[in-house]
């Protein structure tokens, strides 16, 4: 290995180290402020590791070919402590800033399409609701007309009927108690429309 790859492959773990300890405090905030706790603070722990061995596997592979030496471990510890020890603070708070903006962000879209889509959406269902209601309404009081004027021909037909359904009575004696039950249940309803 030259001594130019060892430069490049100092330098770019110092990097590395650095990216590791921002990606730290990413985490760090994130966990903060959606207060993760129990087993999704040990998957992201997880990812936290597969994605910095990556990091690092892979600059490893494009600097010098994956060739392990032990000041390749020093100055990745080194740019973890260079970035905890200079740039940790400012990072953190322009990391915080940056989450609260795209929560704030994300709250604000949710707003807006409650406003612009579910809240226009449950007035035409009130709306379509109340109209179907007087629609119903209306044909109850126009049929109550044209029914009231047939009760005395209804009344005739059935004594009528009730002789000619004599020997067919033990058939259909289920059948009109269910309708008497539709009938009352209907008055009933009557009684409670004003």
Known sequence: MTLHTQWV??????????????????YRILTRRFRLGGWAVSLIDLLYWVVAAGLVFSLLMWSNWGEFRFYILVAIL????????????????????????????FRFCLRVLRLLIWVPLMWLGVLLTRIVQLIYKG????????????????????????????????????????????????????????
């Open 9 to 26: 492959t100092m330098a770019l773990m110092l990097g590395s180290g650095c990216l590791m300890g921002m990606m730290l405090d990413l």
């Open 78 to 105: 080194a740019g973890w402590i260079t970035y905890y020890t200079w740039f940790s603070p400012g990072v953190s708070r322009g990391m915080e800033w940056g989450v609260e903006a795209v929560f704030q962000t």
């Open 139 to 194: 044909l109850k009081r126009i049929l109550r007309l044209p029914l009231s004027l047939f009760a005395p021909l209804g009344r005739r037909l059935k004594s009528w009927g009730n002789r000619l359904l004599r020997p067919v009575d033990p058939f259909l004696r289920p059948l009109i108690r269910g309708v008497d039950k539709i009938r009352r249940w209907w008055r009933g309803r009557d009684r409670e429309d004003p």
